[in-house]
């Protein structure tokens, strides 16, 4: 067994009982059922297909999605309701399989420049492109921190293993935020903001462009420079002891003298911001 941040050696036994699954016999098959013998199929695909410093982001990421369809309630569920959730879980599984195959297609590659790849839940999406001067393929994966996110703004990690299939590749992080446009535009558009250390590789920021695409995330094409925390709350700062107060974006960090706490409109004077 694989042990993926933590799950140790019977990962599988206590994902399992982690969903409440108790044998009981006679009893009618519930999703508790269901999520045991889908998580039997993903790691199977594990021990047949590993995939060495990409298993720490693929293990972790379709527990999670499993984990989501286990009813942990007591409540009795219809022979419909059950099939539903089976179709739904074993899907999951079976996908989990066709990616991990996938992947190690793509680390043979030698011509054509594979894709992103994701998994159903949209969270998380990697690639092997192959770098022909150094002649080894890398990985580039994009991973949300759901923990960390809020409707205004996405939290994500942009990694570059130098070595995918080994599982010590050297990796390195990029810290991505998403940012809602709000006002008059689109509200299910984001704009991404990163770290200088990423914007100075143009390639690396197309690269992680095309991978949330790639999640169905949309992003805003305006390449004005308005800050994305326009229409937001901003921060207000007291200037004791006086009674006046600055208003400062949280975003981008602009400061205002007094005023209301709603941010007007202004430009982001940042660097990393596209």
């Known amino acids: 067994m694989v042990d993926f941040h933590g799950l140790g050696e019977r990962g599988g036994d206590l994902a399992a009982e982690d969903c409440g699954h108790h044998e009981e016999e006679g009893r009618p098959v519930g999703r508790r059922d269901l999520h045991r013998g889908a998580l039997f199929t993903v790691e199977a695909a594990e021990k047949a297909w590993r995939l060495g410093a990409l298993d720490p982001f693929l293990g972790p990421a379709v527990r999670r999605q499993l984990t989501t369809f286990c009813d942990l309630s007591d409540a009795a569920e219809t022979e419909t309701q059950v099939a539903e959730s089976a179709s739904v879980m074993s899907r999951i599984a079976v996908d989990y399989g066709e990616l991990r195959q996938s992947l190690l297609r793509d680390n043979r590659q030698t011509e054509d420049e594979p894709p992103w790849r994701t998994l159903r839940n949209g969270t998380i999406a990697v690639r092997l492109r192959l770098r022909r001067r150094l002649r080894h393929h890398e990985a580039l994966v994009l991973t949300q921190d759901s923990r960390a996110s809020s409707v205004q703004a996405q939290q994500w990690t942009f990694t570059v293993l130098s070595r995918p299939i080994d599982p010590d590749s050297r990796a390195t992080d990029f810290a991505?935020?998403?940012?809602?446009?709000?006002?008059?535009?689109?509200?299910?558009?984001?704009?991404?903001?990163?770290?200088k250390e990423l914007k100075e590789s143009e390639d690396l920021v197309q690269q992680m462009l095309y991978g949330l695409s790639s999640l169905g995330v949309g992003l805003d094409s305006d390449v004005g420079r308005e800050c994305p925390g326009v229409g937001q709350r901003g921060r207000i700062i007291f200037l004791e002891p006086s009674d006046e107060w600055h208003v400062q974006c949280h975003v981008c960090g602009v400061k205002w003298a007094g005023g209301s706490d709603i941010l007007s409109e202004h430009e982001d004077r940042r660097y990393g911001f596209w």
């Open 176 to 195: 991505v935020t998403l940012h809602q446009r709000r006002g008059d535009v689109d509200e299910s558009l984001y704009r991404a903001d990163g770290p």
